[in-house]
Structures are given as C-alpha cells and as structure tokens.
C-alpha cells in the first residue's frame, strides 16, 4: 500500500513516538510510506535516513492554498490511504478524504470532545476506554472504530547494558543506593506530576534517600512552577531533578526502581509499556485505559488519581518489598511481550488499512 501518516505534533510525545515505530513498521514491511509533517519536527529527524519520503505541511487550513497543495501531492502519490495524529492533522486529514478523495484512517491518541471524528473512515482507538468515548461523545459509530492498543520496540528498552544503571546515575548525581522513581512525559495538569510531589513528604519518610525524576518537557509552563512552588513549600526540592526532554528515555529507565504516571486521565501512555519492557514496575492511575495494561498487584499497582497518600504507600510498597517488585518484573515485561509488541500491533493496523482500501475500492 501507499501510505501517507500526517502528524502534526513537532516534540517528541506519546503519539510522536508511536508515529514513528509505526511508520518504520509498515516501511520495513515493504509499504511506501509517505510522513507529512510540520518543519523543525522531531520525527523527521528521527526519520531522516529511514526510507520514508518525509514532506513537510504545517497543516493550515485556512487560507485553502495549503489543502489544495496537500491533496495535489496525495493523488500525485497515488496515495491508498491517509493515517492522521494528534488534533491538527486529524482534521487536516478529514480535508484530505474530501479534497483529495482518499479514505482517511485517524488513531485516537486522546479522548477530547471533536465533532469531526464522525468523518473518518475509521478511527483507530489506542484503548477500550477512548473507544468508548469517542463512540458517546464523538458519535463515531461502532462500525468505524476499533480498538488496537500502543505499542513499544521490546528490545530497545529490554536490552539496554546492565551497566547503564551506573552511567545515568553518575551523571545524574545520584547516589547507587539512593531509591529512584521516574515520571516520565510532558510536564502538562493531566499527567499529573503534583501529586507525585505531594507524594514525596511521606515517600521520604520510609525511604530518606529517595530520589524523584521528571523526565520531559514542561508544555506548561504555568503548572510547571506549580509543581516547583510545591515541592519547595513541602521541603523536597533537594530530592527532585528536572532532566527535560531526552532521546533516551530507555537508558534513563535503566537507573530507575520504579516508575510513576500519577496522571488525572490517559488514553493508554506509552510511558507504561516502555517501562515495563525496561523491567521497571508502575505505580499509576486507575484512569483511562491505564487498567488495560497494569494488573494491579501482578504487573504493577493501580491507585486513585489525585490522592498522594496511596500513591506513597503504593511506591514505598515497591521499595520494601523486593520479591514482590521481581514479580511485577517479570509479569509486567511478559504483558508488554505478549500484549503490547511490534509485530501484533502494527498487523492489526495494516490489517485495518487493508479493510479501508479494499471498501473504498468497491464503493468507486
């Protein structure tokens, strides 16, 4: 097939890293894939020595010119069918199902109100939960979306260097003993790092030495001097450090003990099933389509969001209780193995596109 995957994010974020495993996938698997993307984007560079022909859109919609420009270079392409991420080239995509006549096929990264879902030949859903929301509040009907779950490069979380514990901590300043939890994702209000903060008063009573990351950008800048305002109310900005956005992410997780998504909502992040494939038990919470890949008490530990305390009991339970830790471990990297791979993930999306492509066909 000749695909063309249209994202409009420019830093790196779930649906970003999602792009882009699966716009290797389906190269690799010999499809001709085309990445529309916005100038100065992350992607492209990750992208840049792939064989993948990268054109760049900032996706305007209005003045027309650039919808116009777009659709031209999508039937110059031949394209088959159109695959959209995140809010801009979701609805820059329903244009091109109109204006250039190509089925589009939109995955649902997150669970926001947008009446222009309904106008997708099919909305891929990375959770039950956001499928069901999307079906309610968007009205895309059952037939039109599926449920096809994110997933992560196995290996490349799994197979990081022992020694790479050491490294990332020498160069963190931190100490080999000291305890380490891990937020890792924009620091945005619904992921929910100032619970985390909240949290650290009560973590650092049972464990003095612990030691807690964010890892990512601050998208918002407000509620970022939110999350420091508290921790220097409540005494811990000693024990928090601020990495920023970073490329590699797997090798931070290999220094980590535990890694935590205290977030407010969350369609399925993608930071779970990294961290689970890097053998790092989750503490997170019970929102969204998190349940759908953390068994609470097998693969990691599932609290109410917005509550500190359970989310201090939950990390310092992980800490003091090593064989249980070594359980979620290992049950938590067969879940990512068994559930959440390359492989069955991306089959089921190209099987998808199949089924669009084939129902446009008989429909001309």
């Known amino acids: 097939m000749r695909i063309a995957e249209i994202i409009s994010g420019k830093k790196v974020n779930g649906a970003v890293r999602h792009c882009l495993l699966l716009t290797r996938e389906l190269a690799r698997r ?54 959209t991420h995140m ?8 244009l091109m199902r109109w204006f250039a006549n190509v089925p589009c096929v939109a995955t649902a990264h997150n669970r926001l109100f947008q009446p222009h879902w309904m106008f997708n030949d099919l909305v891929i859903a990375v959770s039950d939960a956001t499928r069901r929301y999307h079906q309610t509040y968007n009205l895309v009907r059952a037939d039109r979306i599926v449920t096809v779950h994110n997933f992560v ?11 790479t514990r050491d490294e990332i901590r020498r160069e963190l300043k931190i100490g080999p003993a000291s305890r380490l939890m891990a937020v890792v ?18 973590i650092l009573a049972a464990s003095p030495s612990a030691k807690l990351l964010f890892v990512g950008d601050i998208g918002h800048p407000g509620y970022g001097d939110d999350v420091k305002q508290t921790a220097v109310e409540l005494g811990v900005t000693p024990h928090i450090i ?42 997170a919470s019970e929102v969204g389509g998190i349940p759908e890949c953390v068994r609470s008490g097998k693969t990691g ?18 800490f003091t209780n090593p064989t249980e830790r070594e359980k979620m471990i290992r049950a938590g990297r067969r879940q990512v193995q068994k559930h959440f791979c390359t492989e069955r993930q991306a089959t089921a999306i190209e099987a998808a596109f199949g089924r669009v492509v084939t129902k446009r066909a008989r429909a001309a």
Request: some cysteine; proline content about 7%.
């Open 153 to 163: 490069d196995y290996d490349r979380f799994a197979g990081v260097p022992f020694t």
């Open 30 to 83: 010999g499809h001709e894939v085309t990445l529309v993307c916005r100038n100065g984007s992350w992607i492209a560079r990750q992208l840049a020595s792939d064989p993948v022909d990268i054109v760049f859109s900032e996706l305007h919609r209005w003045p027309s010119d650039e919808v116009h420009r777009m659709a031209a270079v999508l039937r110059r392409k031949a394209i088959d069918v159109v695959h």
């Open 185 to 202: 994702g924009n620091v945005i209000p619904k992921k929910g790092q100032i619970h985390a903060v909240r949290a650290m008063p009560k």
């Open 301 to 318: 530990i599932l609290v109410p969001a917005r509550d500190p305390d359970a989310l201090a009991h939950a990390v310092t339970r992980v």
């Open 87 to 94: 809010s801009r080239a979701h609805f820059f995509g329903v």
């Open 242 to 283: 601020w990495t920023g956005e970073r490329d590699d992410v797997n090798r931070i997780l290999a220094a980590v003990d535990v890694t935590v998504l205290p977030s407010l909502d969350d369609a399925l992040p993608m930071a779970i099933l990294e961290a689970m494939a890097a053998g790092r038990p989750v503490v």
